[in-house]
């Protein structure tokens, strides 16, 4: 079932029981006005006639009779009955009554002093009248022709009225919901309009202030990000194809001169070594990219283990420096960060030191002749890695993109390097619950710092 008519059939509902309530709260109040009413006026008229018969020693029963057959007042089918103490009828309005009395009726009435209740078509109203020497028992009935008819005809008009409303209401309710819902099937005609190949294309957010605004703004936002993502993996293509053709062809140039003709010995042996580097650069980028590629993915918490990461620190500087004997990775650890606990952060081991590994990487290949200092401290449940060189620095047009794969500072284009390192170092601080900052002159040097919550 559509929307539409969901939001239409809950219209009608809703309004029907209002109605409903309404029709029954109105036929019901009329319904006791009209009871109420009629058995008043039976007890006035009832009372009036006992009160002459009573009272007015000049009025007897065939007088009174005659008196109440021509009275303009009567009600439908009136008729008056009036027993004394001992039971017996000493006034009747009809002498053929239709109304059946006996003893036990008229001793409930002298026990309750009123009775109410209905003969066939007639309503009936027993009551006691206390005269000078006697205790009457008066019985008054009528047919209440004109109160009824009324209460037939407000029934008749409330069905009618109900019926006609709920149709009316499934109208307008049917032409308010697609008014309402028009905003929505225009976001949706919209976003269908959107494929892979117009993701620039944005949601009219019309007004800007109400719900429909909303989800075209949160559908703009998505497709802010998914623009943003299909950039990025278009870009990391198009520089991952380059950075892997470039040393394959390289590789392949070489060895193309090379089996131009017969060469030395030394010249073979330099072609080999030549594209032995190559092949070496081909790896690490291969490796780097499926790093980048694994950390683009959510990882399990339960991969995490316990890991030292001063620990990691120090065999990184081993591998640098047994690779690169210049460099001078200088370690120093805060004041009470001796304790186990405080230099122990929660992890995937590989992906941590290849986190370390970029950073000092890079300080040292940046800094002022090789020289990286790496500080180690703790602050509010974080472990803070500080690596410090004094080298070229970031300019300020780069440190906002510096984490952006495959993106390199235009003072550094002249030093190896990829610029896939410090996207992947970004990518596996987020998946660790981390954060990576950076802070850089140029000309001075930079400070990256890294912080993991502490095991």
């Not at 809703?14 to 006026?41: E, P």
């Amino acid at each position: 079932m559509q929307l539409r008519q969901r939001l239409t059939y809950l219209f009608v509902i809703i309004v029907a029981l209002v109605l409903l309530v309404f029709s029954i709260a109105v036929y019901t109040l009329s319904a006791d006005y009209r009871h109420d009413d009629f058995y008043n006026r039976l007890q006035s008229k009832a009372s009036n006639t006992a009160k002459l018969l009573i009272e007015v020693e000049e009025i007897d029963a065939n007088l009174l009779r005659k008196m109440e057959k021509d009275n303009p007042v009567s009600l439908p089918k009136e008729e008056i009955l009036i027993y004394n103490y001992r039971n017996e009828l000493v006034y009747s309005s009809n002498e053929k009554s239709q109304i059946h009395i006996n003893t036990e009726l008229l001793d409930k009435i002298r026990l309750e002093e009123e009775v109410q209740f209905t003969q066939e078509k007639y309503e009936v109203l027993g009551f006691l009248y206390t005269g000078q020497y006697d205790r009457f028992a008066v019985i008054a009935a009528a047919e209440d022709i004109y109160g009824l008819r009324k209460l037939a005809n407000l029934r008749t008009v409330i069905f009618i009225a109900f019926g006609v409303s709920v149709v009316i209401v499934f109208f307008l309710g049917w032409v308010f919901a697609g008014r309402a819902l028009r905003p929505i099937s225009r976001v949706i005609r919209q976003v269908e309009n959107i494929t892979i190949t117009s993701l620039n294309l944005r949601v009219d957010e019309g007004n800007g202030q109400d719900e429909i605004a909303k989800v075209a703004r949160t559908f703009n936002e998505m497709l802010d990000r998914l623009e943003a993502a299909f950039k990025m993996q278009k870009n990391f293509i198009a520089n991952a194809s380059h950075e892997l053709r470039t040393p394959l062809t390289a590789i392949t140039g070489q060895l193309e001169v090379l089996l131009m003709k017969e060469r030395d010995n030394e010249t073979y042996r330099k072609t080999v070594e030549s594209v032995l580097e190559d092949i070496k650069g081909l790896n690490t980028i291969s490796n780097r990219l499926l790093l980048l590629a694994q950390a683009s993915t959510e990882i399990s918490r339960s991969e995490f283990k316990p890991i030292r990461l001063d620990d990691i620190i120090w065999q990184v500087r081993s591998e640098l420096i047994k690779r690169n004997p210049g460099y001078q990775i200088d370690i120093s650890l805060d004041s009470g960060m001796d304790n186990d606990d405080r230099l122990t952060v929660s992890g995937v081991e590989n992906l941590i030191k290849t986190v370390v590994m970029n950073l000092i990487e890079n300080g040292c290949k940046y800094g002022e002749s090789g020289k990286v200092e790496v500080l180690l401290g703790e602050n509010k449940g974080m472990m803070e890695v500080r690596v410090i060189d004094k080298g070229i620095g970031i300019e300020a047009a780069d440190i906002d993109r510096i984490f952006e794969p495959f993106h390199r500072g235009k003072n550094v284009m002249g030093i190896s390097g990829h610029g896939i390192g410090l996207s992947l170092v970004a990518r596996i601080v987020a998946l660790h619950g981390g954060e990576i900052k950076v802070y850089s002159k140029v000309g001075e040097g930079s400070t990256f710092l890294l912080m993991l919550p502490l095991a």
